[in-house]
């Protein structure tokens, strides 16, 4: 385990200083799941729910929390985020939604915490969205599931296919 950045020699919080690392093309994919009942997936494939276009909604919501990661996560740097997408695919099982969600930057610090808001934020809309009919659902697995661009290197947990960066 390598050691922890956000804590400066007296263990205080702090910003880590990327101010001088070198500005690569960095990028982040992240995963979640949520699961429900087979009537809720129906509900959402098919257009039905009460609050509108439930996909749709959380795609928005994705984006837009990804370009706000650092107003919710402390020491998290404010980033010029050069793409964001967001995929959404129904569970095998007839349960779940699989949510993927792709950043991208060319800066000095990764955007692995833009790409697991991004998917929290899709998560929460979906059951925002439908929790009426469902408050049994359950949100599972949030993850990264790949990152490259930095000094570590390229992490890869076996992602599915990453959605495309948005045009």
């Known amino acids: 385990m390598s050691e922890l950045t956000h804590f400066d020699e007296r263990g205080r919080a702090r910003m880590v200083d990327v101010g001088e690392k070198e500005a ?8 979640g799941t949520v699961r429900m009942e087979p ?13 509108g ?10 984006i837009m929390a990804a370009k706000r990661a650092h107003e919710l996560i402390p020491m998290c740097h404010p980033l010029l985020l050069t793409a964001i997408g967001c995929a959404f695919d129904f569970g095998d099982d007839g349960r779940s939604i699989e949510i993927t969600a792709r950043v991208e930057t060319r800066g000095q610090t990764g955007v692995e915490m833009e790409a697991l808001t991004a998917v929290s934020a899709a998560a929460l809309t979906i059951y925002d969205m439908v929790k009426a009919v469902d408050r049994a659902m359950t949100i599972d697995g949030v993850r990264l599931l790949y ?5 570590s290197g390229t992490f890869e947990r076996g992602a599915p296919e990453a959605p495309p960066p948005a045009e």
């Open 24 to 31: 690569t093309h960095r990028i982040a994919v992240a995963g």
């Open 147 to 151: 990152k490259s661009g930095g000094k």
């Open 39 to 51: 009537g809720t997936v129906a509900l959402i494939r098919e257009g039905r729910a009460a609050k």
């Open 53 to 62: 276009d439930v996909l749709g909604v959380a795609q928005v919501a994705a």
